[in-house]
């Protein structure tokens, strides 16, 4: 199945035809149509005729209805609206921030990210209060850091006294929190957090029940100073999938108790 991209393009840009096959998700006769987007039949007509050249609308015996081929183009433009909502900030922080760690597939649902916003600080030991309130009303915690920063290790075991929480650090930063706080680091082992480690991950996010946030690197340094935030549903399930990349590349930790 080959998808019209013609109109694809047409969709994004013509507000009223996107409307249009939006309505047309359930079955309806031109009449109703126009009375529900508030425009004559007369400027319904031609779109009807042009979506149905294009295959992507059929007569049914309410009126019109999508194709197949009506929705896929449907879900593309609703998936472009998106990527077009997302603040220009953000989507310059995705275009200057190195990407190259996220798998493919969920590149291509990059929209998904959509309705975030970018928390940018001075002091990049700042930890951002929007993000910390997200962790302390969620049930469930999921993170990956390449990146040690010295409050973490007394925020997770805190979390953790009241949460289900995982996270997945590189080598390195799990090393560095067993030498500066390696009590802290058994204390949340025994509160039955999940500590895993993995040789590489050059992003930094958590995922919870109630959202995302993710920081990126610029080059070869970690970019401390912005911060990106989202609460959406789609988001979380977006993040999910990327933490159980990492999860599925790392090993459990093991300490031994003194």
Same mark, same amino acid.
């Given at each position: ?40 039949? &007369?400027?319904?007509?031609? +779109? #009807?005729?042009?979506? #149905? ?5 059929? =007569? ?10 009506? =929705? ?7 998936? #472009? ?15 200057? +921030? ?50 040690? +920063? ?13 949460? &289900? ?12 929190? *067993? ?15 999940? *500590? ?57 930790? =093991?300490?031994?108790?003194?």
């Amino acid at each position: 199945m080959s998808i019209d991209f013609r109109h694809l393009i047409s969709l994004s840009t013509t507000p009223l035809k996107f409307k249009i096959l939006e309505k047309l998700k359930n079955p309806t006769g031109i009449s109703s149509l126009a009375r529900s987007l508030n425009v004559p039949r &007369d400027t319904i007509k031609p +779109h #009807i005729r042009s979506f #149905i050249k294009a295959g992507l609308i059929e =007569k049914c015996d309410e009126g019109y209805k999508l194709t197949v081929l009506g =929705k896929t183009v449907l879900e593309k433009a609703v998936e #472009i609206e998106k990527i077009l909502s997302i603040p220009e900030d953000v989507r310059e922080f995705f275009r200057t +921030h190195d990407l190259s760690c996220i798998p493919e597939n969920l590149i291509k649902d990059i929209h998904k990210l959509y309705g975030g916003y970018l928390i940018q600080t001075v002091d990049p030991f700042e930890i951002s209060e929007d993000w910390v309130r997200i962790l302390e009303v969620s049930r469930w915690i999921k993170g990956v850091s390449p990146v040690y +920063h010295p409050k973490f290790p007394s925020l997770f075991v805190t979390l953790a006294e009241k949460r &289900d929480v995982t996270l997945v650090l590189t080598e390195d930063v799990f090393e560095k929190c *067993m030498s500066e706080y390696p009590e802290l680091v058994r204390k949340y082992i025994e509160l039955d957090g999940e *500590m895993r480690v993995c040789s590489d991950a050059k992003v930094a996010f958590v995922v919870a029940e109630k959202g995302f946030a993710m920081g990126l690197y610029a080059g070869n340094v970690y970019d401390a100073n912005h911060v990106y935030v989202c609460t959406s549903d789609d988001v979380v399930c977006w993040g999910l999938k990327l933490f159980n990349h990492f999860y599925s590349k790392s090993t459990v930790v =093991k300490i031994t108790h003194r």
